[in-house]
């Protein structure tokens, strides 16, 4: 796995210089700006209303006042940082709901771009199929909403892990992991539709390539460390870098 995940990495890397060299940035600027835009207005409501969340929270499950009773114990220390990890386990998931929100309206040009790079690296002249193109689009947003389906459920478990001190420090990492993992799937599936394989095989597929999935997501997110340039640039080199690691490991 370890291997894969680092074949993501550099695939990132490359999709760069395959992007620049094939001046592919015209699919690449609108569909960024208008993702920067969704981002950073999601971002201000996230921010402005967490802490809200997080009182709610800790007031329907009790641990509010049981927090106030504890205000000179040394354990009070402990569940003050469980709090923040709170805070960050809350920032990942709406960093996942706002990415599948993203990865359903930007459906049709991820799978337009996917199968752009494949006919690049393949040598094969691009030739656009509209029927071809309107399956993957659909069954991009289909796989978008089961797995969102699915890390949600994630996310509920790994909120009410979080609550235990010291265990719940772990969540985060834990959510980021997953998180990553759903992500790079469905970039990693729109070749794998491309070469007719059903969802099932698909996950087959990709459950053997777990790295590839990860690592594809976790440099989508490290990405978003670089302010604007790194939003704008994220989703779609995520598509371009899946597309040529997954093109790898098949050869």
Known sequence: MLKEIILAFQSYFEAHRFIMKHRLWKWILLPGLIYSLLFITGFY??????????????????????????????????????????????????????KYFFLIIGAPLFAFLSEKTACILQGTAFKFDVKQWFNDAIRGMLLAFRNMRWQILYMLAMILISLIPIVGWVTPLVVLFIDSYYMGFSMLDYTCERNQLNVEASIQLISHHKGLAIGNGLVFYLIHMIPLIGWVVAPTYAVVAATMSLHKAEN
């Not at 997080?54 to 354990?75: F, M, N």
């Open 45 to 98: 409501f996230f921010w402005t209303s967490s802490n809200e969340a997080i009182d709610w929270l800790l007031r329907q499950t009790g641990v509010g006042a049981y927090l106030i009773r504890l205000q000179e114990s040394w354990l009070h220390f402990f569940f003050l940082i469980g709090e923040i990890f709170i805070h960050l386990l809350l920032l990942v998931g709406y960093f996942s709901l706002f």
